[in-house]
């Protein structure tokens, strides 16, 4: 099973289309050229295979991939 970090990045490389290899767990969301728009498209894909809510304002630019997957999972996810 992947961790919620892997999910994130899966998602950034399947779905959102970003390079892996510049993806890295201190990557933030705006060093990766992530805006706010994208970010909830993300948390969309993100609450939708994991059944939970990631509300607005969970995540954002400022958060490393890393941060955001500790975010998530104190929403529940496993």
């Known amino acids: ?13 399947d779905q ?4 892996s290899a510049a993806i890295s767990p201190n990557s ?3 060093s990766l ?3 706010s728009l994208v970010i909830v ?3 969309l894909i993100l609450s ?3 059944k939970i809510d990631i509300g607005n304002g969970v995540l954002s630019g400022e958060m490393t ?3 955001a997957a500790q975010a998530i999972s104190e929403l529940g996810a496993v």
Do not use: H, K
Request: proline share 3%; no cysteine.
């Open 1 to 13: 099973m992947e961790t919620v970090e892997e999910l994130v990045v899966a998602v950034l490389v």
């Open 33 to 35: 050229g992530i805006d």
């Open 48 to 50: 939708d295979y994991l």
């Open 41 to 43: 498209e993300l948390s």
């Open 16 to 19: 959102l289309r970003l390079p």
């Open 28 to 30: 933030t969301f705006e």
């Open 65 to 67: 991939i890393s941060q």
